[in-house]
């Protein structure tokens, strides 16, 4: 199994992101699949979930309104729209399935949003 983030970068307050999670050895489609974050000196949290197939989504209340998750199965991809960038949203953002109640984690990507 391995997943792998990119898109992270340096972006002022206001701006956006779009970050890419590609996933492999595992069957994507059967799967949802979550982005989380974890700030210096901060918890992992979680941010947004897709459910297998996309049809449902949801978001930490942080969140809610400038984020956006969707996923492309042709793909394995799984994205996270970032808008209206604030300097709280900075931290390592995660890839992350479960499966039988294990959970699988991406490297990270790094989102600094500072002006």
């Not at 890419?20 to 595992?26: K, T």
């Amino acid at each position: 199994v391995q997943l792998v983030e990119s898109g992270g970068g340096l972006v002022q307050p206001g701006g956006s992101l779009r970050l890419s999670c590609v996933a492999s050895g595992f069957t994507f489609s059967s799967y949802a699949m979550s982005w989380y974050r974890q700030a210096p000196g901060k918890k992992r949290e979680s941010v947004a979930r897709i459910t297998r197939g996309g049809g449902s989504t949801n978001y930490g209340c942080s969140v809610k309104g400038r984020f956006t998750i969707s996923s492309n199965n042709a793909k394995n991809t799984v994205y996270l729209q970032m808008n209206r960038l604030k300097p709280e949203d900075t931290a390592v953002y995660y890839c992350n399935y479960k499966r039988y109640g294990y959970d699988y984690w991406g490297q990270g990507t790094q989102v600094t949003v500072s002006s």
